[in-house]
Nanobody
């Protein structure tokens, strides 16, 4: 079992940057595929970016490609999401997710085993 906790959210102006962190505790994080999801008010939770156990493979939602970068440091049991060129439509609660599934990448919330509590990201005009 692993516990994950996000940090780094906040308020930023459009065009700005934020870096989210997801710290894992418990079982070593290298055993899990990881991902970032987000949920805006009135909308369903959506997959933002996913990363494989080794970090070699990543996948991004079309809406964030070229602006967001997912990475992980297994030695530090931490995952990151670097968010650049932020837009108001990026405003949401961002969640860290971990999966013990055999899949190399998390592609859906249905295979997530563990969720963080979420961190708010607000992008103003």
């Amino acid at each position: 079992q692993v516990q994950v906790a996000e940090s780094g959210g906040g308020l930023v102006q459009a065009g700005g940057s934020l870096r989210l962190s997801c710290a894992a505790s418990g079982r070593t994080v290298s055993s899990y595929a990881l991902a970032w999801f987000r949920q805006a008010p009135g909308k369903e939770r959506e997959l933002v970016a996913a990363i494989s156990r080794s970090g070699v493979y990543q996948n991004y939602a079309d809406s964030v490609k070229g602006r967001f970068t997912i990475s992980r440091d297994n030695a530090k049991n931490t995952m990151y999401l670097q968010m650049n060129s932020l837009k108001p439509e990026d405003t949401a609660v961002y969640y860290c997710a971990a999966s013990a599934s055999a899949s190399a990448l998390i592609t859906s919330a249905t295979i997530v085993n563990y969720w963080g509590q979420g961190t708010q990201v607000t992008v103003s005009l």
